[in-house]
């Protein structure tokens, strides 16, 4: 896989290699999210066989870093290759100890097969990142102790009789025998919906959950009862219904809650982010003394990551600044473009510009949309003339130049 990064004020083209998972006749194929991306500009695949096919990305889903691609199947049949798909296990009928093999490309090693057990079928894992992109907030995670390595990500976990029941995604480096898989049962769903839509819509309302194991005294709560609502993102759907850090969640939409624990967090998550964007969700919230029946209206949950882009003469790489991110650094609202890289001695550096700054305005014009930029950009290069940018560094506002 081929694709393109924006890093350092230019565009640059890197290669990587992953694993994946015939699922359809079709030529449906399962792989991570951080293996094929939006940013693709060649996907080919090699199939068993070792011949290989170029593919096209059908779907990506970073928050479970799944990603669905195609087999060109014109080049399949006009080469008269054989695909064979592969059958999905249970993965919540995975117990610790079963016997698993990891399929894969390990280093480049193509079809590698180590094997192990089910070291644990239901492992929470902090929010990890893909680029920046958020992961690992809805489900938890299979562990195995069968060896997976860099280029096994996106390749199948199969019991002994070749089931599919995860997908493997990463390994702890330096650690031996540290594996983990993205279960089936979850993978299953969010193929289902790539395949209709391409992406996945889900449900926000700006909740961070907390476990309650050993607090449980602290707000007279019974065990297993409830889960800590540990922060709220400012501005978001929980904040103007008026949710407050250290109340307690007892129930969504009626249904009751338990967050003791960390591994019963990314099934609470889930259940408000499969709700219906824009529809209302009554939460009910203790607070002292009090049980409080909240209602909330959702909104579509979005990612921090905005789109990035290069311009080049500039040596200015860029982020649109999103939602979430003007949520997280308490701007004001999502207008500009967050400067991720500068290019030494191009206008951007010369201008003292640098990374981490937010561009809001060019010459009195906001930076609504990133195509606002893009084009300002392209009547630069027609006609090279100063800009005036307006920054933000550190919540101050700065005054720079961008000269020719």
Known sequence: MREVTFEAGARRFVA????????????????NAHVASPNAVEISITLPSLERVGA????????????LIQLDLDEVKRRGLAIQPATFGDS?????????????????????VTRGIISNNRRFEDTDSIRGYETGTFNTWLQTDA????????????????????????????????????PANI???????????????????????GT????????????NTGVLIKDVDPGSPAARAGLRSGDILLAINGQKVDGRFPEQL????????????????????????????????????????GEEWAFERW??????????FARENQLDDDTGVVVIGVQPGFPGAVAGLAAGDIITKIDQQPLAELETLKRIYQRFEAKPVSLLLLTMRDRRVSLYVLKP
């Open 212 to 223: 309650l194991q050993d607090l449980e005294h602290f707000y007279a709560l019974a065990l």
């Open 56 to 67: 096209r990305l059908v779907g990506w889903d970073h928050w479970t870093d799944l990603a």
């Open 315 to 324: 040596g200015l790489s860029v982020r649109k600044v999103s939602r979430a």
């Open 92 to 112: 919540e009928a995975l117990y610790v100890g079963e016997t698993v093999l990891a399929v894969g490309t390990p280093f480049g090693l193509t079809r590698t």
């Open 187 to 209: 993978a299953r769903r969010v193929v289902d919906e790539l395949v209709r839509h391409g992406t996945i819509t889900r449900s926000y309302i700006g909740l961070v959950p």
């Open 147 to 182: 060896a997976i390595n860099p280029g096994n990500s996106g390749g199948p976990l199969v019991t002994e009789d070749g089931r599919v029941v995860g997908i493997n995604s990463r390994g702890y480096v330096g650690a031996d025998n540290l594996g983990f898989a993205i």
């Open 16 to 31: 990587g290699v992953g694993s994946g998972v015939i699922l359809s006749k079709d030529g449906l194929v399962l792989t």
């Open 266 to 305: 990314p099934p609470i998550q889930n259940m408000i982010a499969s709700l219906p964007v824009g529809s209302i969700v009554r939460l009910s919230i203790k607070r002292g003394g009090q049980t409080l029946e909240v209602p909330a209206v959702t909104e579509k949950l979005a990612s921090r990551m």
